[in-house]
């Protein structure tokens, strides 16, 4: 497949002998002078085969030679080049290889179409053809849907940079157009020309790369990202991660995930862990495309909030309860282990509370984050459909609503799709959520509790009208609604869908992996004795193994960046303040200090004066 770069390269630094059929351009810029040429046919037609070919795949049938020889006698039929264009692109998406992205290479085929007559036009003396085609610049039609595709295409500042540079090289082609300027014109197209294939140097390898799903298709967590990409209607890639063979403690995959857990992820250059960091990225990255999984206002704080709070419910609270229920219902009978009763009956009671705060909420929304269907519903679905299996499903039948919403999220059609895969039961390890600053509290009223948080839990928030709680899902919103106020605690770029996915997994590893292990250690060390308990040797022991092993990838993460999501301070760190503050005054201390780089990390985030006033 011909590239934009080596079709540059030939076509801006060597002359041609074509006749007639050449632009000279030279001018005088401060120092250096500027000499360029190229051939007509290859201009215009090297953009058009180029971006009709991103994103395809293996096109061996013999009509493409056809159509290839029909593009290159296109030249001066406008009509004829515009038939073939229809005609490969009806091809191709009959043979379905057309990528996520349809939408977008759609408006990129349109600039490189408007791109190729502008610059027949300026090739032919004729700027007000060339005028036409431009119209205002950005106000045209071509030029704010190209733009929409920059924007959802470009993950980087390298990216974002030619983009800058195609628009202003665009803006001074219109203007030197409208003065009937030529050599301007010449110069300003061959700057925008050039600025869109170093954007497209940077971008089309990574749209042919598409998605890959490293995990198994029976694990829950697996499952919860391919909902998301069934929802999404996205072509992706799931490579079969055998836990059974322990292949997901091992390299490669432990370069993907240092925690050895799947799914990990990859979309282009981007790789991710964290199945639900993960969504939230295809969620947003992909927001055009399917089924919307944000609100329906996605952009407005409050709503965002009611459903950061659902996702951190069905991550603390359901998620720990109902995936104990899978391991002795269903997976402990499949690997030939007797499932224990009594813990099914603790752990039913305990998925009985939360499916009651789901069925009140459920007699208010049709959702559980509202309306419409999000990404809240979406992360409970692979587990629900393991324990509509076993005798656990009377508590979701018992509860009108609850069993209408159940019956609702898993007749979706992507639910129905990941039904299918289930040649292997995977063990799914009980994991336990605890969090140090969200632990019940007997001193809560009970009707202030449920007033304001149905779990009995700390904290609960008001801003004006708006209640909220869930302390995670809390700072999100302090962090979106007050942006521009005191500091961002959000990444630099906050709009650039890739930064903030990076600051969703170590949102997802700090509540996970961090928090567990090292708010057990601060019961165990503090807390225990303000309660007159005793210290359990033999839980501080087993928690620090843990912790070690987490602050293990933390100190080869911060061995790149200052912060644990990049160069700048983020809700990321600033979750992980409150437990440090606490496991400083505790023998766990060393698990700090002994790692130069996790060491310089902690100092410097609780010297900030916001760790400091927490301290008073």
């Known amino acids: 497949m011909p590239t934009l770069n080596s079709f540059f390269s030939s076509t801006l630094s060597s002359p041609t002998s074509s006749k007639n059929n050449q632009i000279a351009c030279s001018g005088n810029t401060k120092n250096q002078t500027l000499s360029l040429s190229w051939n007509r046919r290859e201009l215009s037609l090297g953009f058009m085969s180029t971006f009709l070919a991103v994103g395809l795949v293996g096109n061996n049938d013999r009509r493409s030679g056809d159509a290839n020889a029909a593009i290159l006698e296109a030249d001066d039929d406008e009509e004829l080049l515009e038939k073939v264009k229809q005609d490969r692109k009806k091809r191709i998406e009959r043979q379905a290889v057309l990528n996520s992205a349809v939408k977008e290479k759609g408006y990129l085929q349109d600039l490189v179409y408007n791109l190729s007559k502008v610059g027949q036009a300026i ?10 085609v431009l119209g205002n610049g950005s106000d045209t039609e071509w030029v704010k849907t190209a733009n929409l595709a920059f ?126 960091a993960i ?95 999000t990404l809240t519903d979406l992360h409970h679905i692979p587990v629900v459909q393991y324990l509509l299996g076993t005798p656990t499903k009377k508590l979701f039948t018992e509860r009108p609503r609850v069993n209408e919403w159940v019956a609702e999220v898993t007749k979706r059609p992507a639910s129905q799709k990941i039904l299918k895969f289930s040649d292997t039961l995977l063990p799914l390890p009980p994991g336990e959520s605890s969090s140090l600053y969200t632990r019940k509290t007997s001193t809560m009223s009970s009707s202030m509790s449920s007033s304001r948080t149905p779990f009995g839990q700390v904290p609960a928030f008001e801003d004006g009208d708006l209640k909220l709680f869930e302390s ?20 630099a770029d906050s709009k650039n869908i890739a930064q903030y996915a990076t600051m969703s997994i170590g949102m997802e590893v700090e509540a996970h992996q961090f928090d567990p292990a090292a708010s057990k250690l601060a019961w165990e060390q503090l807390f225990k004795h303000i309660y007159g308990l005793t210290t359990d040797q033999a839980v501080v022991a087993e928690q620090e193994a843990k912790l070690a092993k987490v602050l293990d990838v933390y100190e080869a993460r911060l061995k790149e960046f200052k912060y644990l999501a990049g160069e700048t301070f983020t809700l990321t760190d600033l979750h992980h303040i409150p437990v440090i503050q606490y496991l400083l005054g505790t023998p766990t201390k060393k698990l700090f200090t002994e790692r130069p780089r996790v060491n310089e990390w902690v100092a410097e985030i609780t010297k900030r004066p916001a760790s400091q006033k927490i301290l008073q």
């Open 123 to 132: 090739e032919n003396n004729d700027l007000p053809a060339a005028g036409l």
């Open 279 to 373: 969504t939230q990225y295809i969620a947003h990255r992909y927001e055009s495309q399917g089924t919307n999984l944000l609100p329906a206002d996605s952009k407005n704080p409050s709503h965002y909030a009611i459903m950061a709070i659902g996702m951190e419910v069905e991550a603390h609270q359901f998620d720990p309860v109902a995936s104990k229920l899978v391991w002795e219902q269903v997976i402990k009978n499949f690997v030939g282990l007797t499932t224990d009763q009594a813990i099914v009956a603790e752990e039913e009671a305990k998925l009985a509370k939360v499916l009651d705060v789901y069925e009140a909420r459920l007699k208010e929304f049709k959702y559980l984050a509202g309306e419409t269907f």
């Open 472 to 491: 995670r899902a809390i700072t999100q919103y302090i962090a979106h609604r007050y942006e521009d106020q005191g500091t961002n605690l959000l990444p």
């Open 151 to 276: 924007t959802k295409l470009s993950a980087s500042p390298e990216e974002s940079t030619e983009v800058e540079t195609f628009n202003s090289s665009l803006a001074s082609l219109v203007t030197s157009v409208n003065k009937n300027d030529l050599e301007s014109s010449k110069l300003a197209f061959v700057s925008s020309a050039s600025a869109f294939e170093k954007w497209s140097s940077l971008t089309v390898p990574k749209l042919m790369a598409g998605i890959k799903v490293f995990g198994n298709a029976t694990s829950p967590s697996t499952r919860r990202v391919l909902l998301a990409l069934h929802e999404k209607n996205l072509d992706f890639e799931l490579v079969n991660i055998d836990l059974k063979d322990g292949e997901h403690k091992k390299e490669p995959f432990l370069s993907r995930n240092p925690f050895g857990k799947v799914p990990a992820f990859e979309d282009g250059d981007l790789k991710l862990f964290e199945s639900r």
